[in-house]
């Protein structure tokens, strides 16, 4: 079956960096588009950014253009999300989803990022 597990995430200072992974496993990684989502508490489920199968485009929300980065290893099946200038209104539970939108069908249990001095 479909298995996301994100890992990565922690404490961070307000400007510090995290680097999230999401390791997949049960379909065709290599063929599947990916996004990052992430729910505040007390928060909808916002999406961050996606990716293309090939890992030849991405797409930012525009609150983390130019702060966040987000990749993908195909030999590994592994998806990444690189975080710098990170703010404490990044903290929040952080999803990957197989898909290029909230409409995935499926994710992760999440990786927690909490950002605070």
């Known amino acids: 079956q479909v298995q996301l597990v994100e890992s990565g995430g922690g404490l961070a200072q307000p400007g510090g960096s995290l680097r999230l992974s999401c390791a997949a496993s049960?379909?065709?990684?290599?063929?599947?588009?990916m996004s990052w989502a992430r729910q505040a508490p007390g928060k909808v489920l916002e999406w961050v950014c996606g990716?293309?199968?090939?890992?030849?485009?991405?797409y930012y929300a525009d609150f983390v253009k130019d702060r966040f980065a987000i990749s993908r290893d195909n030999a590994k099946s592994t998806l990444y999300l690189q975080m710098n200038d990170l703010k404490p209104e990044d903290t929040a539970l952080y999803f990957c989803?197989?898909?290029?939108?909230?409409?995935?069908?499926?994710w992760g249990q999440g990786t927690q990022v909490t950002v605070s001095s």
């Open positions: 049960g379909f065709a990684f290599s063929s599947s588009r």
């Open positions: 990716i293309t199968a090939d890992g030849a485009d991405t």
């Open positions: 989803g197989d898909g290029l939108s909230l409409a995935a069908a499926h």
